[in-house]
């Protein structure tokens, strides 16, 4: 979770009170909880105080997408399901305990494996803002691949890998649990990071922007080698397995093997290349993210910050990867 002038997330935890949440897990970067405090602060400060099921993992930066998914799912490897929800949404009166049945009888029968929401309007493009897994599935799925940086294409990756294990996994659309996603009255789906957080501070927002812009293009240029896709024909994309190699399908792995596998991508002549020699984008001068060439070294990046309700950094807990 970035910054969050909004609350938002306060607006989502407070809309679960119709149904008793088990754990309502909340992850931050560090710098989020040390001065200067902001609103991510207020946030943690308030749900410490007020909510007694609240669990807070701290990442050493701002966690990528797939890395917060990874960190929700890991957080507690025994319960027999989880749900992940996009900090700008919120569940519809009675939803809750709704998704809450039916994820019990697919802990039991198996019937269910990833179960996505219905929305108060269509969300073609942001379906898995909020979906809920099973234990059983998460454990044949694997972890969320982390090269997908910060965000964007996480969610194709995961319905590419749905469909190329054997068996496929069993994904269903549940009718009768609504969510809203964006502000009260909003009925056309906006990716939250497309908002700007900061009207006041348009040169943040600028290179925010940029940054976003970039981070699409070489996901969308990673994805479409991962999987043999041409263009943005998602369901024709060519291989069964990762680059395809001799790989599980869940294989995914942020290191200089998996930069070998993708043969990597380079910064040169103020561009970005792949390993084609295609140039991805242009990098605009001044970029503060050129030093980051499509992978990282796998890192442990987030934690359980001691126990529920209370955040202090150590050296022991949970570890993303």
């Known amino acids: ?6 609350l938002l997330v306060l ?3 407070y809309s679960t009170v119709d149904y008793p949440v088990k754990y309502f897990v909340v992850v931050v970067p560090e710098r989020a909880l ?24 701290t990442c050493a930066r701002t966690p990528t997408v797939a890395e917060g998914w990874n960190a929700v799912f890991q957080a507690f490897p025994e319960e027999a399901w989880g749900v992940y929800c996009a900090r700008d949404t919120v569940w519809m009166p009675g939803s809750l305990q709704k998704l809450a049945g039916h994820m019990w009888d697919a802990s039991r029968d198996n019937s269910i494996e990833v179960a ?24 044949r799925f694997g972890l969320f691949d982390e090269n997908i940086y910060p965000a964007y294409f996480e969610d194709g990756d995961f319905k590419l890998r749905q469909s190329r294990m054997q068996p496929p996994m069993r994904v ?14 909003e009925q056309r789906y906006v990716s939250g990071v497309q908002l700007p957080n900061d009207p006041n501070n348009e040169q943040q927002e600028h290179r925010m922007r940029s940054f976003v812009d970039q981070r699409w293009k070489i996901n ?28 599980p399908v869940w294989y995914w792995y942020t290191s200089k093997q998996q930069r070998a596998l993708d043969r990597g991508l380079n910064a040169r002549d103020g561009k970005m290349y ?44 949970l570890w993303c990867v």
């Open 172 to 185: 269903q659309v549940l009718h009768d649990v609504i969510m809203h996603h964006g502000k009260k009255h």
């Open 34 to 57: 040390t001065p200067p405090h902001g609103a991510i602060w207020y946030e943690v400060q308030h749900l410490k105080e007020y909510a007694d099921n609240v669990v807070i993992v």
């Open 220 to 247: 969308g240029a990673y994805l479409r080698r991962k999987w043999g896709c041409q263009g943005d024909n998602w369901l024709g994309c060519q291989y069964q397995t990762p680059f395809n190699k001799s790989l």
């Open 1 to 6: 979770m970035g910054r969050d002038p909004q």
């Open 274 to 317: 792949d390993g084609d020699g295609v140039a991805v984008y242009d990098i605009p001068p001044g970029d503060n993210y050129i030093g980051w060439v499509g992978y990282k070294e796998s890192t442990n990046v987030c934690r359980i910050a001691g126990p529920v309700g209370i955040v202090a950094r150590n050296e022991s807990g």
């Open 116 to 139: 996505l929401m219905n929305w108060t309007y269509s969300m073609t493009d942001g379906l898995y803002n909020a979906f809920g897994i099973t234990k059983s599935g998460l454990g």
């Open 11 to 13: 607006r989502l935890y």
